[in-house]
């Protein structure tokens, strides 16, 4: 029998091999090499910058294949990761071969394999940004039995020369199409070939912000992925970030993430979905309401996001985006399709009725309506965001939440039913308005990362620390009505 996972799959070697990635052996990579005459290999890791690194091997026989692939190589750890002695700061990178892939972009034929960094004894380098995340999810399942599943909205802009032809009105570009809408096939392309690569996309469209210059026009787009395991989730955003910038190059326009580029347009924000997972089920629901396991969750979201926005929102441009009337969270509550909190609870076909059959009366058997599709987003981190460290962040509250007694009590009197940005009915905390204040919340709540070492202290340290360096305390009233300034600072900090 076909297995439906691999008969539709993209991914070429998923293809060749007809088996799924996790279960992608050093044989497996070899044979594929072999019969399909990859010529060169890399070797891709993220250093503290969150970037995509790229180490590149000339395939010279079977037998240096064999044992590249098996050793994997030496590098600097000091000048990726800036919390490293230099006196001794070696490490290697060791392949995962599940994560192998064909590089769409190389002109000879080529495997990329995502690594796996350990330290001069072999063991594994738990200061990395990966293995932070792995260790902050393997204590939450050690402690609560609950895999932890996510998925990123990933908004960018597309920069580029000034077209005439079908404007977009300034904030109407929300899922315009084409000729509205210019820049739908750069989009569609990138999502297949991150398919091609693994990654588990749900859809993509043009968002609402549309800027319109005088030479150049700014057009917002959103590429969406389908929950999964939360390691998995982070590494697909990674690369797609990769694809996205490197089809910019190609087409020769600016591919840029940042949190914002105009003060009075919508700015880019990297909304995370979340849901806790038990024996395949989603914990979330429990019949057609939210679970209680949900809303402890949550709680532990709106506890520690004031030190969230320390992983998530990493540059002085971040605050410019969290301001009210933009769509973007400035209050520390959550609620039911409200896109005005911080944590949404968006629609998730709980209790509906077959809409699908109400559509299309020919059909003539009952439409199944999925039970597992309910998440939890947490709408505060932008382009900015340290992908691993915020989804670690994001664990580390949710296994806050689940452990805290009055988890339910306060995730009601955070609860919030009406347009935040518009009506005052109660008091609720802010997040933090500047890198500065972020930082100094990271400081208060760093007990809680550091507890039991999912979050190494020097990791913590040098957060703060690389926030602070940025002196952006009120920075927003310090730019007040300053434009230009505002632009050499958007322009600075275009490409985090």
């Not at 992983?311 to 209050?331: C, D, I």
């Amino acid at each position: 029998m076909n297995n439906p996972d691999i008969s539709l799959n993209p991914n070429k070697l998923v293809q060749f091999l007809q088996k799924l990635p996790h279960e992608f052996t050093k044989a497996d990579i070899i044979r594929f090499i072999e019969k399909n005459g990859i010529e060169m290999l890399n070797f891709r890791y993220v250093g503290a910058d969150c970037k995509l690194k790229t180490l590149n091997f000339v395939i010279n026989n079977k037998r240096d294949l064999d044992y590249i692939l098996s050793t994997g190589e030496r590098v600097d750890g000091s000048s990726l990761f800036p919390y490293i002695d230099p006196s001794s700061s070696d490490l290697y990178v060791i392949p995962k071969y599940y994560s192998a892939f064909i590089n769409p972009f190389a002109e000879i034929p080529t495997i990329d394999l995502m690594c796996k960094f350990y330290t001069q004894k072999g063991e594994v380098y738990g200061s990395s940004p990966e293995e932070i995340l792995k260790a902050s999810h393997k204590k939450l399942k050690n402690e609560t039995g609950f895999n932890f599943e996510a998925m990123g909205e990933l908004e960018y802009y597309v920069i580029s020369d000034k077209e005439c032809l079908y404007p977009t009105p300034p904030q109407k570009g929300y899922h315009e199409s084409r000729p509205f809408a210019k820049w739908e096939d750069l989009r569609t392309e990138a999502m297949k070939l991150i398919a091609s690569i693994g990654g588990k996309i749900k859809y993509g469209h043009s968002e609402v912000g549309f800027i319109s210059g005088e030479e150049k026009d700014m057009e917002q787009n959103e590429i969406e992925f389908l929950p999964t395991e939360v390691e998995d989730a982070a590494d697909q955003l990674i690369l797609a970030k990769w694809i996205l910038r490197m089809l910019g190059y190609q087409y020769g326009v600016c591919i840029t993430f940042a949190p914002k580029i105009m003060v009075g347009h919508a700015g880019s924000g990297f909304h995370i979905h979340t849901r806790l997972m038990k024996k395949g089920k989603n914990a979330m629901i429990e019949g057609t309401k939210l679970s209680s396991t949900a809303k402890k969750m949550i709680s532990g979201f709106l506890e520690l996001a004031p030190s969230v926005t320390a992983f998530g929102n990493t540059v002085p441009t971040s605050y410019l985006r969290l301001v009210p009337h933009q769509e973007a969270p400035t209050h520390i509550c959550w609620g039911d399709r409200n896109r005005s909190v911080l944590v949404r609870v968006p629609l998730g076909w709980l209790g509906v009725k077959d809409m699908a059959k109400d559509a299309n009366p020919q059909e003539k058997s009952k439409l199944a309506i999925p039970s597992f599709a309910q998440t939890v987003e947490f709408r505060a981190p932008d382009g900015s965001a340290d992908i691993y460290l915020v989804m670690a962040a994001l664990v580390t509250a949710a296994r806050h939440g689940l452990k805290d007694k009055n988890s339910l009590k306060k995730a009601d009197a955070l609860y919030a039913s009406w347009n935040i940005a518009k009506e005052t009915k109660k008091k609720f905390d802010q997040l933090p308005g500047s890198c500065w204040e972020s930082a100094d919340m990271l400081k208060k709540q760093r007990d809680l990362y550091e507890k039991e070492g999912c979050f190494p202290p020097e990791v913590i340290d040098w957060f703060i620390s690389r926030l602070k360096s940025y002196q952006d305390k009120d920075l927003s009233e310090r730019l007040y009505k300053k434009n230009k300034e505002i632009e050499k600072l958007v322009e600075k900090y275009l490409h985090s």
